[in-house]
């Protein structure tokens, strides 16, 4: 029985920061990031969106009324928990309109999650193959402002729908490897992550040497907390693809930045995108790397058919169009994201809701969010 993603969707944001703009601010050779680590654009979280509404629409961009009804689990990957308590899949489920008997489990690994929860998925599917399970991440990479990091920011969310004959691609198992290592961590009471670039890069590459399978593919998508992670990494694949293969698997990240659990994931949007020729019955070569520190290698097949549930078009439309901001805009929406992320009471300011925006964060009540649907 094949059991793999039947269909897949992401959200990023409505906003974006060019990273002209971010040189220019920074004093910095804008060749240092469009060019060192390969990003052009930083997407930017709105001050009505959280990792919640970003869920939900990337969710609602892919369920329909049969899938919500064969859903019984939730997985809900991130690394930018809005609770120590509540899974945040809570407020999904319930703006969703899903049925009650259902299971929500929150999961923390790094950047890693989101794979973990995809492949606790499938094992649950091949026991279950009429049940369905929504896998989500979502994070906002936050470094703070005039930090090493800033450059890397990103925002956005990743839905997967995992079944039994799946309609746009089977997964097959991974190999795995776990060591303890201090290479990107984050306190409870730290507002960003501690950092060692470097050893991080070193850590990503040592996992991936462990776990390579020696197969070639034609396109491999990577983990990147910056869209030249891709680069770095094809260089110790055993079975590097070429570069203009390389150029579709980091061309999403490009855009967006980071966006930690679905960053993988938005590699693999990227190529069903962006690919010139057919994925039909083409095997994907997936690394998913968490720090602290887990590395995976697994792979997907591609389904015959699979252009009917992934709307390429629709995708490319989502970053297109995206309205750039300046840089005051960007200091003022990162100051008041961070700000809310530590508070009891907020109501809705007079920010205007993007006009493309299904979900918004509407009020905070002694910490307990309130979210509306906008067409409501």
């Known amino acids: 029985m094949k059991i793999g993603i039947d269909k897949i969707g992401f959200y990023v944001p409505r906003y974006f920061l060019d990273m002209t703009s971010l040189a220019k601010e920074r004093n910095q050779d804008v060749n240092k990031y469009k060019v060192g ?3 052009h654009k930083m997407a930017v979280i709105s001050p009505s969106e959280d990792i919640v509404t970003m869920a939900l629409e990337a969710a609602n961009s892919i369920l329909d009324d049969t899938d919500k009804a064969a859903i019984d689990t939730i997985l809900f990957a991130t690394e930018t928990a809005i609770d120590y308590s509540k899974a945040a899949g809570n407020y999904v489920h319930r703006m969703l309109g899903l049925q009650h008997n259902i299971r929500i489990l929150e999961l923390k690994q790094a950047c890693y999650a989101a794979t973990g929860s995809l492949q606790l998925a499938i094992d649950y599917v091949r026991m279950q193959p009429d049940k369905k399970v929504l896998v989500l991440s979502s994070d906002v990479a936050w470094y703070g402002f005039n930090t090493p990091g800033e450059s890397t920011q990103g925002a956005g969310a990743i839905a997967m729908l995992v079944s039994a004959n799946p309609r746009l691609a089977e997964v097959h198992k991974g190999q795995f490897t776990t060591e303890e290592l201090p290479d990107f961590y984050r306190p ?9 670039g470097h050893l991080s890069i070193r850590c990503y590459n040592d996992m991936l040497k462990r776990v390579d399978p020696n197969t070639s593919y034609l396109y491999t998508c990577f983990h990147m907390p910056f869209a030249n992670m891709a680069v770095k990494a094809n260089k110790v694949f055993s079975n590097p693809i070429s570069q203009d293969k390389i150029d579709v698997v980091k061309a999403f990240t490009q855009e967006v930045g980071n966006i930690y659990n679905g960053s993988l994931f938005l590699s693999l949007i990227s190529v069903l995108s962006l690919a010139k020729e057919s994925l039909e019955n083409e095997t994907i070569g997936m690394f998913s790397y968490g720090s602290g520190a887990i590395g995976e290698f697994f792979s997907l097949t591609i389904q015959e058919g699979y252009e009917h ?5 629709k995708a490319l439309s989502h970053l297109d ?10 200091v003022e929406y990162m100051t008041f994201y961070k700000d809310k992320e530590v508070t009891h009471q907020y109501i809705a300011s007079d920010f205007k809701a993007h006009k493309d925006n299904q979900f918004v964060l509407e009020q905070m009540v002694q910490g307990h969010r309130i979210y509306k649907k906008v067409s409501d």
């Open 37 to 39: 680590i390969g990003q």
């Open 321 to 330: 169009s995206r309205d750039e901001i300046n840089f005051k805009t960007y």
């Open 188 to 196: 409870s009471y730290q507002e960003v992550p501690t950092v060692d």
């Open 309 to 313: 549930v992934f709307d390429k078009t």
